[in-house]
């Protein structure tokens, strides 16, 4: 058994195992700890417990100690060199006419390497970029081009629900998301509905489409001709949750509202 402790970089990154050193840890420390990035700043999200050693991912860094006063402090600098840096990268694409749109950027605890994320329709030829930022800044510079999904987890944002994005709010990684999951919802396909603020569709289908899977199978699909109590018909709407569904009747011409005891299976 070994005593781990998890610990987060980013709030919306994914929680990582680090072996505790025999520190009286709890929640939300701030910890030092020794990353394959080297030293970085990290918080704790799960206190230290003990764990079974074929659970652990080989070679477990450790957490040094406690953030001091001077570690955090030496933390909001980092942040404020981040944001520099963003507006400086920015400013330089845009007088290289480089096509690109700066999203992050984030420096290792230690100062030794900044990554720059952005988001580009096509490939970037950033050399010359590179060779200016690493000028002003003097440390090792990497780009990292990321996707519509990452952009909106790493700049957050309200969703359609009024509520903070998911992925920046607590999804460690996205989930795989399809049409079939709206279609399954009884949603109307329009992109603007069923999109979130990065034009894809939204997480928050995926993590309903399992309920609406099972509700569904108690009654019909949408469009489907049915035999039921009160005539032949098709479905011209549901109602997954409360378990109702409309149907057109080929015999008067009625849109009457149905429960799963109005539906002749067979």
């Not at 709890?26 to 910890?31: A, F, G, L």
């Amino acid at each position: 058994m070994v005593e781990v402790v998890g610990v987060r970089f980013k709030r919306t990154m994914k929680i990582y195992d680090f072996d505790a050193n025999s520190l009286a840890l709890e929640k939300n420390d701030p910890v030092i700890v020794e990353t394959e990035h080297g030293i970085t700043l990290g918080k704790v999200v799960i206190p230290p417990h003990m764990k079974e050693k074929n659970l652990i991912h080989k070679g477990l860094k450790r957490v040094l100690r406690k953030a001091t006063e001077d570690d955090i402090r030496q933390a909001e600098e980092i942040r404020q060199k981040e944001l520099r840096a963003k507006f400086f990268c920015a400013e330089k694409a845009r007088e290289l006419g480089l096509f690109m749109k700066v999203v992050n950027v984030e420096y290792f605890f230690d100062g030794s390497k900044a990554i720059f994320y952005f988001t580009a329709d096509k490939r970037v030829d950033f050399r010359r970029l590179v060779r200016l930022l690493a000028s002003e800044f003097k440390t090792r510079i990497e780009m990292r081009q990321i996707g519509a999904r990452d952009e909106a987890k790493l700049v957050g944002g309200i969703g359609a629900c009024g509520r903070e994005l998911c992925c920046a709010k607590f999804m460690p990684s996205f989930e795989l998301v399809s049409i079939k999951m709206a279609k399954a919802q009884g949603l109307l396909l329009n992109p603007d509905d069923i999109s979130g603020r990065c034009g894809r569709l939204m997480c928050c289908l995926a993590f309903e489409f399992p309920l609406y899977k099972e509700m569904g199978k108690k009654i019909p699909k949408m469009g489907k001709r049915i035999k039921t109590t009160k005539g032949e018909g098709r479905v011209v709407r549901l109602d997954i949750l409360k378990e109702r569904f409309w149907v057109h009747l080929n015999k008067t011409g009625e849109t009457v509202e149905m429960t799963p005891e109005n539906w002749m299976k067979g």
